[in-house]
């Protein structure tokens, strides 16, 4: 069961939450990137978006194909440069919800 509001919509319009997953494949098989490295980038594009909800679920699925916690917290430092200091540390506060939950904190 997803979390929130997507997990409302999935549950309530089944057909359009199977769409949108239909093109989150697509996506993620439109290039050569996968596992980690496609993780780490959906992780990069949360944090720049400054979405919780979304730096929540991407930390969990990254974890979940195996990207280590530090190199989850890494994509946060790398923020730092581009998005600024403060963008980077909420997004590390987003991941160690994540990861002390997962008990990696």
């Known amino acids: 069961m997803l979390p929130g509001s997507a997990g409302h919509v999935a549950e309530t319009r089944p057909a359009l939450w199977e769409a949108y997953e ?3 494949r697509a996506c993620a098989e439109a290039g050569p990137l996968t596992g980690a490295d496609l993780r780490c980038v959906k992780l990069a594009l949360a944090i720049g978006v400054g979405s919780e909800g979304a730096v929540h679920s991407h930390t969990r699925q990254a974890l979940a194909t195996g990207v280590e916690p530090e190199a989850i917290r890494h994509v946060a430092y790398l923020a730092v440069t581009t998005l600024g200091f403060p963008r980077a540390v909420a997004a590390l506060t ?3 919800d994540v990861l002390s939950t997962a008990g990696d904190g």
């Open 94 to 96: 987003w991941i160690e």
């Open 22 to 24: 239909k093109l989150g």
